[in-house]
C-alpha cells in the first residue's frame, strides 16, 4: 500500500504531509464502509465548483450568467473527472471491494468521485491556494478548448424547431435496459415532419441529449 500511495504522489505531482488523506481519497466504500472518500468527495465537489466558476467569470467577465453556467457545467461533470483520473494516473490507484469480491468493478461514477474526493483531501492537507492552483493547472487545457457557443443538442434542436415549425419537439420514453444499479434509458425524439430518432444513455437527460444530437445531424445542423 505505501508503496502504492508512493507511486501515486508522483503521478499527481504532490507530496502528501499527511499520506492518510491520498489514502482516503481512493478508498471505495466497498473496501471500507468506514475510512472512504464519501464525505471527501462531497467537498471535494464544491471547490472544484467554485474554482472552476471564479475562473470562468476572471475570464469571460462580459458573458451572461446562462452562457457562464453552461461552460461550468461542461468543465465540472463526471465524464471531464473522468478525463482528468486518467490524464494524471488516478483510476489505476482506486481501492475496491474486499477480500471476499475482488473482481469488483471500478465503476466510472467510482472514478469520477475519487477525482473530486483527491480535490478535497489536497484541500485538507495543503489549503486552498495551493489547491486553486492544482485544479486550474490540471483542467487548463479543457477551458482552452471549451466550447465557445455551449448551445447543448437539446436547446439546439428546440431553438431550430420553435423557428421552423413554432412547436416543440417531442420526446418519447421508449425503454430502460441494464441492471438496476446501472440502467440505460432509450428515448426517442421528433419535430414536425420528422420520424422519432432514438438515443441511448445512462440517464433520461443524457439519453434525450444523444437522441437531439441524432436528429440534428439528419438535420444537418
Known sequence: MDENLTKLQKKINVKFKKIDYLKKAITHKSFDPINNYEKLEFLGDRILGFVISKKLIELYDK??????????????????????????????????????????????????????ALIGAIYYDKGFDFTEKYILNTWKNFIKISDVTLIDAKTKLQEYSLKINKTLPTYKFISTSGPKHKPIFKIAVKIKDTKFHEGLGDSKKKAEQNAAKKLLKILNL
Open 63 to 116: 458573458e451572461k450568467e446562462g452562457v457562464l453556467d453552461k461552460r461550468l457545467a461542461s468543465l465540472v461533470n463526471k465524464d471531464k473527472c473522468i478525463e482528468v483520473a486518467k490524464q494524471i494516473g488516478l483510476d489505476k490507484f482506486i481501492l475496491v471491494g474486499n477480500k471476499k469480491n475482488k473482481k469488483f468493478k471500478v465503476e466510472n461514477k467510482i472514478i469520477s468521485d475519487s477525482v473530486e
